[in-house]
Nanobody, 122 residues
Framework: QLQLVESGGGLVQPGGSLRLSCAAS????????IGWFRQAPGKEREGVSC????????IYADSVKGRFTISRDNAKNTVYLQMNSLKPEDTAIYYC???????????????WGQGTQVTVSS
């Protein structure tokens, strides 16, 4: 059964950094693009970033470009989201999801997990 588990969230001050992890079990990540999404209180869920199955391409939301970096280690079956220069508006629950193929333009698979809470506050 396809399962992704998010971790690495926490409380950080503005300007700080966090690295989120998305670990897969029950399947091999190599053949799937992986996306990070977030949902802030009172707001709709939005896409943050996505990395292709091969790891050679990635896309970012305008709001995080230049601050967030997505990467993957297929040997560890894990995708990461390095978040730098964090802002209060980055506060949200962060989720990862697998796409239906190696490209980020394909739909997403499975269901939403529990996510990991990121809180940016002084």
């Amino acid at each position: 059964q396809l399962q992704l588990v998010e971790s690495g969230g926490g409380l950080v001050q503005p300007g700080g950094s966090l690295r989120l992890s998305c670990a897969a079990s029950g399947f091999t990540l190599d053949y799937y693009a992986i996306g990070w999404f977030r949902q802030a209180p009172g707001k709709e869920r939005e896409g943050v970033s996505c990395i292709s199955g091969s790891g050679d391409s990635a896309i970012y939301a305008d709001s995080v470009k230049g601050r967030f970096t997505i990467s993957r280690d297929n040997a560890k079956n894990t995708v990461y989201l390095q978040m730098n220069s964090l802002k209060p508006e980055d506060t949200a629950i962060y989720y990862c999801r697998a796409h239906k193929s190696i490209g980020c333009s394909s739909g997403i698979l499975g269901s939403w997990g529990q996510g990991t809470q990121v809180t940016v506050s002084s």
